[in-house]
């Protein structure tokens, strides 16, 4: 093979793996342009989130798809809105239940913006974690088109908690800052250590009394070891300086001796 076709075979296989590479792509046809959600709830309120899409027809070929939600939130209402480059609303659509399907995004309508806002009960905690915190689906948008195919636009997760356990979480939280400080004064909260990690295994049980009682005992555990190292410091630094007077003291009186005993013979 001569120096150009091998040149020009270079080119035809790259050209063939950006082919490739292309068609191995997912197509999507919207981007998220901003997003309203609550990072955490309680468990039996009502939240509300919205989520605005644009971008729709990226792809020059989907120029109509239809959009899709599904959620965890119970006694649910979804709204979707329609507007145009303008920014007016062009139509508006309702919908009721954890899912909903059928809401057509199309070009021919003007449609360049969609707006999705929802709103439910934030359920119940399944199963409780300190770490991570424990979550569930505010939120799945998924974009459908003929054919059966779908693509996931963005799903939206929220950690919940009920007063309790928010409570739990908050001494918890407490107990590993004190650890954290202790540390840092250069003590070893080993036992403050183990109430912690107690505290967090009584959490994801959900024994929430017990979890409060071991971190406020971590608390206090990791106080007294920072306490107790804070004072064999301070003791430390006395003796040192004990020990520095008690020199110069020394210094002092044997140079005074020597300063008399040249005097005698002089």
């Known amino acids: 093979m001569t120096k150009t076709n ?33 990072q955490e709830a309680q468990v039996g309120t009502q939240v509300t989130a919205t989520i605005t899409l644009d971008e729709l027809y990226q792809n020059p070929t989907l120029e109509s798809w239809q959009l899709e939600g599904t959620t965890e939130l119970t006694n649910v209402s979804w709204t979707v809105v ?28 003007g449609t360049s913006e969609v707006r999705v806002r929802i709103t439910g009960t934030v359920p119940r905690v399944q199963q409780f974690s300190y770490d991570p915190p424990q979550e569930f689906l505010l939120m799945e948008l998924t974009q459908t ?20 356990s928010d409570q739990a979480r908050n001494a918890i939280d407490e107990a590993q800052a004190a650890i954290d400080d202790a540390e840092a004064s250069g003590a070893n909260p080993q036992e403050a250590q183990t109430d912690f990690d107690d505290a967090v295994a009584a959490y994801n049980d959900g024994s929430f009394d017990v979890a409060i009682s071991l971190a406020n005992r971590a608390v206090d555990k990791a106080n007294a070891a920072q306490q107790s190292r804070q004072t064999r410091q301070t ?9 520095v007077v008690g020199l110069i003291v020394g210094g002092f009186l044997y ?9 005698r013979l002089g």
Do not use: M
Request: aromatic content about 10%.
């Open 6 to 38: 091998s040149s020009r075979f270079s080119r035809v296989a790259l050209a063939g793996l950006l082919v490739l590479l292309v068609a191995a792509a997912p197509v999507t046809a919207a981007s998220i342009a901003n997003e309203d959600v609550p």
């Open 82 to 109: 329609y507007y145009d480059q303008t920014g007016s609303k062009v139509n508006q659509r309702e919908f009721t239940g954890q899912q909903f399907s059928g809401a057509p995004v199309s070009a021919d309508t």
């Open 145 to 164: 088109q003929e054919g059966g195919a779908s693509n996931t636009l963005g799903t939206w997760t929220t950690h919940h908690f009920t007063e309790r």
């Open 235 to 243: 003791i430390i630094y006395a003796v040192a300086g004990l020990v």
């Open 255 to 263: 140079w005074r001796s020597q300063r008399q005993t040249y005097d």
